[in-house]
């Protein structure tokens, strides 16, 4: 079992290689940093490209409500909660 710093690590590398992120280091992403809008900048284009590799990697799957979604998709720190919580791989 991944330890949960592991895991956000593993996740902002993730974000960066899903969304072609090249002028961004994941020691630039802040683990409770907002991902969307504010943060990174990320709209739900990449919510969906991100929700998408996050089932095939880790076969967790988002739920049908948008507002649970946004709160999964809040942060890096949110994202590794749900994973953790959820993965099947």
Known sequence: MEHSEDLETGLKEF???VLVLEDIT???IETDGAL???GLGLDSIDALELAMVLEE???VALGEDPDENRKVF???KTIA??????RTK
Do not use: K, L
């Open 15 to 17: 974000i960066i290689e």
């Open 26 to 28: 994941p020691e630039e």
């Open 36 to 38: 969307f809008v504010d």
């Open 57 to 59: 990697r880790y076969g």
């Open 74 to 76: 809040a942060s890096v």
């Open 81 to 86: 909660a749900f994973v953790a919580a959820n």
